[in-house]
Every structure is written in C-alpha cells, then in structure tokens.
C-alpha cells in the first residue's frame, strides 16, 4: 500500500498560470480532502470529496478547483495562480466520514 | 469563529523524559479529536484519537486525555525519543451535517525538541 501520493512535491508558477496537484490514494477509501498549510499555521480545508463525482466546498475554496472521476483520484486545479496561493497542500483521505484521515507527502508551491 | 489552540508554541524535553502537550478546544459541540505528528518536509501523520464519550485513551508510548468540562485535551509521550522531535497538532471535528462534520480544525502546533 503506498498509501495517500501527491504530485509534484514542488512548483513555482508565475501569477496567472495555472496547474494541477495531483493526489490519489489506493486504500479504496471514499472521502478525499484537500487542505492547505501555510507557515506556522495549522492546515485549512479546502475541498472535500464523499464519493466518486461528489464534490464540496471546505474552509477556503476560492481560487481552487476539484473533481473526483475515480475513487483512486482527486486532482485540485489552480486556474489563476496568485501569491497568496503560496503554501504546502496536502491531500487526505479517510475510509469513513470523522474518522482518521491519512495525509499525503505535500506538494510546496511557490507564486511569484 | 471557535477555533482550537494550543497552550505552548515549543517544548523541549530531556530524553527518556515525558512530554505532554497541551491543547484547548473552544467548542464544546466538538466531539471527536486527533492528535498528528509532523515532520519536517512530511505530511501528518496520524498517532491517536479520542471521541467525547472517553475521557482518556492510550497507545503505544502514548496517551490522550479528554477533559470536556474544561475543554481540553492533552498527549502524552513517555520516555521520550529523538524521534519524537516533531510538531504536534491537535485537530477537532464536529458532529453536524455540512462541512463542518469533515473538516478537521486544527490548532497551529507545538515544536517539541528531544535533547539526547
């Protein structure tokens, strides 16, 4: 089991381009979460998902965009990118709804 | 809006010492906790729970105590290990349909730094 994966761990993107963080997780786990972790902070949620084509807004969704094809994928789409988008973004995972979510490695970007 | 936080920003502890790190929770709807260990450049990584109808509950090396009347919550690492040099985060979770029953909240983290 490799667990939760995300990729790239790292980007630097210019203002207004755009990319997408990829993460999939292979313990057939239903609820995928995207948070984000900036310096010194706790991580906020982002967008979360229930199941393959659900999808929901979190904490701080703007700017951000996800979809869920598969159970195994969750890819989180920057369209405009912006300095204050400059963070780590994990991605996490769960079998049940409030239970123990799994964390990815992170992906650090930087926007300049 | 409520939030979770935490008592100290560092501690250092001597090895084979016990840690506990602190952490108070301001909503008392909350009813369910996590406890995550950080290492650098890594992700959390999970290393006990506790739901609000315990008020202590114990792993390996580790203990999580759940004081609901206070709001508080604290972890407990005996003898302590280099290894256990991390940032420890305590999260919440809420009961109540929406958002807020998947989001975990968590609090901005303790630095704990095992001098061997």
């Known amino acids: 089991n490799a667990g939760v994966t995300q990729t790239p761990k790292f980007r630097i993107l210019k203002i207004g381009q755009s990319m997408t963080l990829q993460c999939t997780q292979d313990m057939n786990h239903n609820y995928m979460y995207w948070y984000r972790q900036d310096p010194g902070m706790g991580l906020k949620l982002i967008y979360y998902?229930?199941?393959?084509?659900?999808?929901d807004k979190g904490e701080v969704p703007n700017g951000y965009n996800v979809s869920r094809s598969t159970t195994e994928d969750f890819p989180l789409r920057l369209e405009l990118a912006a300095p204050s988008q400059t963070s780590v973004y994990f991605c996490?995972?769960?079998?049940?709804?409030?239970?123990?979510?799994?964390f990815g490695p992170g992906t650090r970007l930087l926007v300049l | 809006g409520e939030s979770v936080g935490l008592h100290l920003p560092t501690l250092s502890v001597q090895e084979g010492d016990n840690s506990i790190i602190n952490c108070a929770y301001s909503?008392?709807?909350?009813?369910?906790f996590i406890w995550y260990k950080q290492e650098s450049g890594k992700g959390p990584q999970f290393i006990i729970d506790?739901?609000?109808?315990?008020d202590k509950r114990q792993g390996q090396r580790v203990t999580v105590l759940l004081n609901k009347t206070v709001k508080h919550l604290s972890l407990q690492i005996a003898a302590t290990q280099p290894g256990d040099s991390a940032v420890y985060f305590c999260a919440e979770n809420l009961p109540h349909s929406g958002a807020g029953s998947y989001q975990l909240t968590f609090g901005k983290g303790t630095k704990l730094s095992v001098i061997p």
């Open positions: 506790i739901r609000s109808n315990m």
């Open positions: 996490a995972s769960s079998l049940k709804r409030r239970e123990t979510q799994y």
């Open positions: 909503n008392s709807a909350s009813d369910y």
């Open positions: 998902s229930v199941g393959a084509g659900i999808t």
